[in-house]
């Protein structure tokens, strides 16, 4: 193999494929990037042998050939040479050379026959949406993640395609996230599959403001197509709670408040937050949101908020992260949020996207 490529265009490509490499990995070969050089262009390979990652960087190819380099190692040295343009080509015994006009390095490879291959997908019906709308509901939704390995069965993010609709579900127990979109076409039948969390932050890695993504669903494994970068995922196997059961119906009175100013008040107040007094105090009056934190022994804080709200007096409890999570995500000037209880969950709905929020008792 010999290429001639542009370090830029290398260390972007490293970067988009590392992140799956599991730094504990029994298996040497699997902290290796597959490097295959073919025509003009080289495709760079990573697993941790349930999420895999290609991506494909356009250059002059002068031998083809495929090797397998240790990927931090090769990340690390590229970063550090001192141009722009720099050679790669391997010899005998797997041995790679890097070579720039004034530096070079060599560094042992493993061979690309050891590297595990990645599933094949027969061409079946494939589902096309805009990147920047899964961007959007994967953003909205995946924070919701359980990140509780006993309950592994919510460790990802529910894709539930029906005819023209794709809906993404998250919940950890303590709260849910639920966003529709439409798909620009019929589906032949209805599908639901659970894709792991490390594959939801590598779709959110990648996926770009322009563009669409094409997704092929099996049983038990998912691709996404992005044009110059390919996901490859192993999928949960279970079923996925029912999630409708706990959607309340809307409240009548409506909390309007201003996003950015919510936020904001929550994030101060979460300053005197510890892991035994997490609790944020919302106290609801007519046009006013009083935001504030006691923590024993740390200090209080108290904030008023201006809102537009014509219903009964309330005070309830919440984890002011959970706030934070969604808050920080939405892209609207002015968010209505639902609160009827003390007792009760905390809701807001937003064009297709419904978020549920489990209060917390004020100690």
């Known amino acids: 193999m010999k290429v001639e490529i542009s370090k830029d265009k290398l260390i972007a490509g490293i970067q988009k494929v590392q992140n799956v490499i599991s730094v504990r990995s029994a298996l040497p070969i699997l902290s290796n990037i597959l490097v295959e050089a073919e025509k003009d262009k080289i495709r760079l390979t990573a697993t941790d042998l349930d999420v895999g990652i290609s991506c494909v960087i356009p250059v002059d190819i002068q031998e083809p050939g495929m090797i397998t380099i240790p990927a931090k190692r090769f990340g690390d040295i590229i970063k550090e040479l001192p141009d722009d343009k720099l050679n790669i080509n391997t010899k005998k015994n797997n041995l790679v050379i890097i070579e720039t006009k004034s530096c070079q390095f060599k560094i042992m490879g493993l061979p690309f026959e050891d590297f595990p291959k990645l599933p094949e997908f027969k061409e079946g019906g494939v589902l096309k949406i805009e990147q920047a709308v899964l961007k959007e509901m994967l953003a909205l939704t995946s924070f919701a993640v359980s990140i509780d390995e006993t309950r592994y069965i919510l460790n990802g993010i529910l894709f539930k395609i029906s005819r023209d609709n794709i809906t993404l579900v998250a919940t950890d127990g303590k709260r849910l996230a639920v966003i529709q979109r439409k798909l620009n076409k019929n589906t032949e039948k209805d599908l639901q599959i659970i894709v792991?969390?490390?594959?939801?932050?590598?779709?959110?890695?990648?996926?770009?403001?322009?563009?669409?993504?094409?997704?092929?669903?099996?049983?038990?494994?998912?691709?996404?197509?992005?044009?110059?970068?390919?996901?490859?995922?192993?999928?949960?196997?279970?079923?996925?709670?029912?999630?409708?059961?706990?959607?309340?119906?809307?409240?009548?009175?409506?909390?309007?408040?201003?996003?950015?100013?919510?936020?904001?008040?929550?994030?101060?107040?979460?300053?005197?937050?510890?892991?035994?007094?997490?609790?944020?105090?919302?106290?609801?009056?007519?046009?006013?949101?009083?935001?504030?934190?006691?923590?024993?022994?740390?200090?209080?804080?108290?904030?008023?908020?201006?809102?537009?709200?014509?219903?009964?007096?309330?005070?309830?409890?919440?984890?002011?992260?959970?706030?934070?999570?969604?808050?920080?995500n939405l892209c609207e000037e002015r968010v209505a949020f639902e609160l009827t209880d003390a007792e009760k969950p905390g809701v807001i709905r937003i064009n297709g996207y419904v978020y549920i929020v489990l209060p917390m008792r004020l100690n």
Do not use: C, H
């Open 196 to 328: 792991p969390l490390k594959t939801i932050q590598e779709l959110s890695r990648n996926l770009q403001e322009e563009g669409e993504v094409s997704m092929l669903l099996g049983n038990n494994q998912a691709l996404f197509d992005l044009g110059d970068v390919i996901i490859i995922s192993r999928l949960i196997e279970g079923e996925f709670p029912d999630y409708q059961q706990v959607i309340p119906p809307a409240a009548e009175n409506k909390i309007g408040v201003g996003r950015e100013q919510f936020l904001l008040a929550v994030k101060r107040a979460a300053l005197l937050s510890t892991p035994d007094y997490q609790a944020v105090k919302l106290e609801v009056f007519k046009n006013k949101m009083v935001v504030s934190k006691s923590t024993p022994d740390v200090g209080e804080s108290r904030e008023e908020v201006p809102i537009e709200y014509q219903g009964k007096e309330i005070v309830a409890g919440f984890n002011p992260s959970y706030l934070m999570d969604v808050l920080k």
